[in-house]
């Protein structure tokens, strides 16, 4: 067996030892005879998983008793409608545009209400964050922002003064990749094929005054996306998602173990100055993102035309680093370094990039 030193953006690399001990309990987990992917979602056993998954995550990241953490099938992008037709009560909400994916949402919003671009940095190619404005109109439903864009690498340190309005984030590619202040938001939801566990389980945590009332678009909102019926029903209004609901516990447990989030926040830090130190020194490699909103979890870079790049990534390859392609709306390459990506992984990229530059040298160019 030998495995790869994997980049991917998502689906992406999980910690060793759960994958292992996912394994270990495939074909009898603890004493059932049976893996968790063939048993009754009612179960005890079930019942004991989920509850568990549920109680370490709010440990883990303190979540306040007065939010709801639930477990949704499907993606994130499925959470683009689902907050809209919950949350937009008097039919506009503010969106600040920070790459794709925030724009993805807003686009789809637009379908329900007026989904207002208060800020957006489409003009500089999402190289940055945008500046927030100083204070928004108390007369939204919600302020929406996307914390780290996974496609462009951009990651928000602050986020906007919304006064009473409630903040919504999409926190997929950064979930538990470093401390968050939960009170500070409405609603926060992550896919968490990113950071936490495999696809189709995307995981909203949202405030209970929100969802009280139930959907905003009652007449429309499918039951499966209704917040307060999956609230109400414990995320078991129909199958959940009982494979990945496993396996992230045991991420969760697996954070905890190795130091919490804190800790996490550090190693991820530790782990990627070393690449943007060097994208800083090489004058091959350029990082596309100002230094002041780089992100933690997806380190953006290209050499100075797309064949050198594809060049790169073939050879990346042939040393067992892979993934690291960017995606197809940017090109260039991307690193995604999410929590369960080791160092190690990431000292051979940078060798590797020593190696590239060393053989592939430039004349000085200007940006
Ligand atoms: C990947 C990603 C999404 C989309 O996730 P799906 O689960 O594929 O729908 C949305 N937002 C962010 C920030 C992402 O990284």
């Known amino acids: 067996m030998s495995r790869v030193y994997n980049f991917s953006a998502g689906p992406a690399a999980l910690p060793e030892t759960v994958l292992r001990e996912c394994a270990a309990e495939m074909l009898d987990y603890r004493g059932t005879g049976m893996s968790v992917m063939e048993m009754s979602h009612r179960s005890a ?22 939010y709801r953490v639930l477990f949704f ?23 600040v545009v920070s ?7 807003q686009r789809e919003a637009k379908k329900y209400g007026d989904a207002v671009v208060i800020a957006s940095s489409e003009d500089t190619s999402f190289d940055r964050v945008p500046t927030f404005p100083a204070s928004v109109d108390q007369d939204l439903d919600y302020v929406y922002v996307c914390q780290n864009e996974t496609v462009f690498g951009n990651m928000m340190r602050e986020f906007p003064q919304t006064g009473g309005v409630p903040l919504v984030a999409d926190v997929s590619s950064c979930f538990l990749s470093a401390p968050l202040d939960v009170s500070r938001f409405g609603l926060v939801y992550a896919g968490v094929q990113k950071n936490a566990g495999p696809a189709g389980l995307t995981i909203v945590i949202v405030r209970d005054d929100l969802i009280a009332d139930g959907p905003a678009h ?22 959940p998602n009982c494979w990945a609901i496993y396996v992230c516990g045991k991420v969760f447990h697996w954070i905890e173990d190795t130091g919490g989030l804190q800790a996490m926040e550090e190693r991820n830090r530790a782990k990627v100055r070393p690449l943007y130190d060097y994208l800083d020194g090489s004058s091959l490699f350029h990082g596309t993102v100002v230094p002041a909103d780089r992100s933690i979890a997806n380190v953006t870079f290209r050499t100075p035309s797309p064949e050198l790049d ?6 990346a390859a042939e040393r067992g680093i892979v993934n690291v392609k960017g995606h197809r709306l940017v090109g260039g390459m991307r690193a995604s370094c999410y929590n369960a990506v080791p160092p190690e992984a990431v000292d051979a990229l940078l060798s590797y990039m020593a190696d590239f530059e060393a053989s592939h040298p430039v004349a000085p160019r200007s940006r």
Do not use: H
């Not at 056993?45 to 007065?66: S, Y």
């Not at 790459?99 to 949402?105: V, Y």
């Not at 009652?218 to 039951?223: G, L």
């Open 218 to 239: 009652a007449d429309i909102c499918p039951t499966y996306l209704d917040y307060r019926v999956e609230a109400d029903k414990g995320s078991m209004l129909n199958t």
């Open 73 to 95: 099938m499907g993606g994130a992008t499925l959470q683009f409608a689902a907050i809209p037709l919950n949350l937009m009560r008097n039919g506009r909400a503010g969106y």
């Open 310 to 315: 594809a060049e790169f990534v073939e050879g």
């Open 45 to 66: 056993p079930f019942k004991k998983i989920i509850d568990d998954t549920e109680a370490t995550l709010r440990r883990l990241m303190g979540i306040p008793d007065n």
């Open 99 to 105: 790459g794709n994916w925030s724009q993805k949402a």
